[in-house]
């Protein structure tokens, strides 16, 4: 049976536990979501875990990342909008772990 296969092959890990963790933040988002009052506040949940899921994959610390958004928001204009983005140059030199 395929429960054996971990036996035949030393490289099938023992354990979920990787892929579970992966799959943790798309699980809890989901389920904050469920709770927004509006759609006003589900775009806007959406909004925040796109932008934490794309800081991750460009290897972005999250606080600073924030942080640097909430600096330069305020003072920012609309035609600008691409230099905060996580993959500008400034922002992976700012930002970056």
Do not use: M
Not at 9 to 16: A, F
Not at 26 to 32: A, D, G, M, P, V
Not at 66 to 88: C, G, H, M, T, V
């Amino acid at each position: 049976t395929r429960v054996y296969r971990i036996f035949e092959d030393g490289q099938i890990p023992l354990s979920n536990n990787s892929l579970e963790g992966e799959i943790r933040l798309t699980t809890l988002i989901r389920k904050n979501c469920l709770f927004a009052k509006s759609k006003r506040g589900a775009e806007a949940n959406a909004i925040y875990y796109t932008l934490v899921a794309t800081a991750k994959v460009n290897k972005l610390n999250i606080y600073k990342y924030f942080k640097y958004l909430f600096d330069r928001l305020p003072n920012q204009k609309s035609s600008d909008i691409e230099a905060l983005l996580p993959w500008a140059e400034e922002v992976q030199q700012v930002c970056h772990e």
